[in-house]
């Protein structure tokens, strides 16, 4: 499998992906943290916190999938999607919100320790990507070229989704 990767796109692969992440991941965080400090029911600040999230960074994500399929960038091609996408980052928005209030809630002094803090965050972006990731496909499935667009019962495939969201969770729990 790996004579079979082509350095060059690898290459720039990773250059737009890095510099994509760079910015969305530390952009949800940062809003997460500021909406942290409004006095919101943590499902309305999760909501508040995907929508901002996916609203601003949409274009940026819809550039890095449109330059990595070799597929032309139009303006209005950068919010393609939008309604599956700000879905899945609002249910992400409110999981995170929500675990994290409730794991905080079970143990507050524990919750303070880095031992705390790493178990709370590991387990409530664990829990954020795996119930948030069906909005993953079907967003997949919307950004399909329309003249190879395959029917939902194909485009859907178990195994895939189960591991894609596995590794997915797993990459971002770990890193954040």
């Known amino acids: 499998a790996i004579r079979e990767l082509d350095g060059d796109k690898v290459k720039a692969f990773l250059q737009t992906t890095l510099s994509t992440n760079f910015i969305k991941f530390p952009f949800f965080e940062a809003t997460n ?25 949409l274009p940026i994500t819809n550039y890095r999938f449109r330059k990595s399929m070799s ?9 393609q999607a939008y309604l599956p996408t700000v879905l899945r980052d609002i249910i992400y928005g409110i999981v995170r919100n929500s675990v994290m209030s409730r794991m905080v809630s079970l143990n507050p002094e524990w919750a303070r320790t880095s031992g705390g803090r790493f178990v709370n965050m590991f387990s409530t972006v664990m829990a954020a990507c795996v119930i948030s990731a069906p909005g993953n496909e079907l967003r997949g499935y919307c950004l399909q070229d329309p003249s190879k667009a395959l029917p939902f019962m194909d485009f859907f495939k178990p195994e895939k989704f189960i591991r894609s969201t596995s590794v997915g969770a797993l990459i971002m729990s770990v890193s954040l």
Do not use: Q
């Not at 508040?48 to 601003?56: L, R």
């Not at 597929?71 to 919010?79: E, F, G, N, V």
């Open 71 to 79: 597929m032309p960038i139009t303006a209005s091609s950068l919010y």
């Open 33 to 57: 943290v500021i909406m942290s400090g409004v006095d919101l029911d943590p499902f309305l600040r999760g909501t508040v916190t995907g929508a901002v999230f996916c609203t601003t960074t």
